[in-house]
């Protein structure tokens, strides 16, 4: 079983920044491939970025050069830097995981879920 954690949401100006944290736990050990879903209220949950364990990195063309997923294995935790943030990007965040990923952006790819965390971003 993974636990995943988020952190690291909350309100900013549209053009400010957030980064967003997610602490993976439990008993299943060994590296896992993470990504970052997120979701407007009435809508289906899409893909944002993510980073296999591999180190290989995704992101949304939406988000290509503005946002940042990493990981630090050491602390299994991973991170999404936002900059420039939209109004649009206003959503729910999710933290997914799976031992070993298949199409990043597919939510049927990924067995585990964190329980949110909001961001807003204000016009």
């Known amino acids: 079983q993974v636990q995943l954690v988020e952190s690291g949401g909350g309100s900013v100006q549209a053009g400010g920044s957030l980064r967003l944290s997610c602490t993976r736990s439990?008993?299943?050990?060994?590296?896992?491939?993470m990504a970052w879903f997120r979701q407007v209220s009435g809508k289906e949950r899409e893909g944002v970025a993510a980073?296999?364990?591999?180190?290989?990195?995704y992101y949304a063309d939406s988000v290509k050069s503005r946002f940042t997923i990493s990981r630090d294995n050491a602390k299994n935790t991973v991170y999404l830097q936002m900059n420039t943030l939209k109004p649009e990007e206003t959503a729910m965040y999710y933290c997914?995981?799976?031992?070993?990923?298949?199409?990043?952006?597919?939510?049927?790819?990924?067995?585990?879920w964190g329980q949110g965390t909001q961001v807003t971003v204000s016009s």
């Open positions: 439990g008993t299943t050990i060994g590296p896992h491939s």
């Open positions: 980073i296999y364990a591999g180190g290989t990195t």
């Open positions: 997914a995981a799976v031992r070993n990923a298949d199409i990043w952006y597919a939510q049927a790819s990924w067995n585990y």
